[in-house]
């Protein structure tokens, strides 16, 4: 049983830089292919950034080249790192964990934090 907890969430003005993380208990991650998506309502889950196992990373279409997915397995943790913010990023941020190698579709990752909002005004 993998335990996500995000952080780092909050308001931001347009142009602005925010910082998540995602810190595990109950686990190692260092297993674990893991995943950042985003929410916004009335809209279907989408993936933001990917990060395989050994630190490949996946750049999903939501985070445009803009967001920056990493890893730390000593520390347990998976970060976010958000620039250029834009208000079609307002959403629930979620991190994410898989076993194995990593994905895009939300629907095969195996444990979810319970999300982090994001809100970014113009």
């Known amino acids: 049983q993998v335990v996500l907890v995000e952080s780092g969430g909050g308001s931001a003005q347009a142009g602005d830089s925010l910082r998540l993380s995602c810190a595990a208990s109950g686990s190692m991650l260092s297993g674990y292919a893991m995943g950042w998506f985003r929410q916004a309502p009335g809209k279907e889950r989408e993936l933001v950034d990917g990060?395989?196992?050994?630190?490949?990373?996946y750049y999903g279409n939501a985070g445009k080249g803009r967001f920056t997915i990493s890893r730390d397995n000593a520390k347990n943790t998976v970060d976010l790192q958000m620039n250029s913010l834009e208000p079609d990023d307002t959403a629930v941020y979620y991190c994410?964990?898989?076993?194995?190698?990593?994905?895009?579709?939300?629907?095969?990752?195996?444990?979810w934090g319970q999300g982090t909002q994001v809100t970014v005004s113009s």
């Open positions: 994410a964990a898989k076993w194995g190698t990593i994905v895009i579709d939300p629907n095969l990752f195996d444990y």
């Open positions: 990060i395989s196992r050994n630190g490949d990373i």
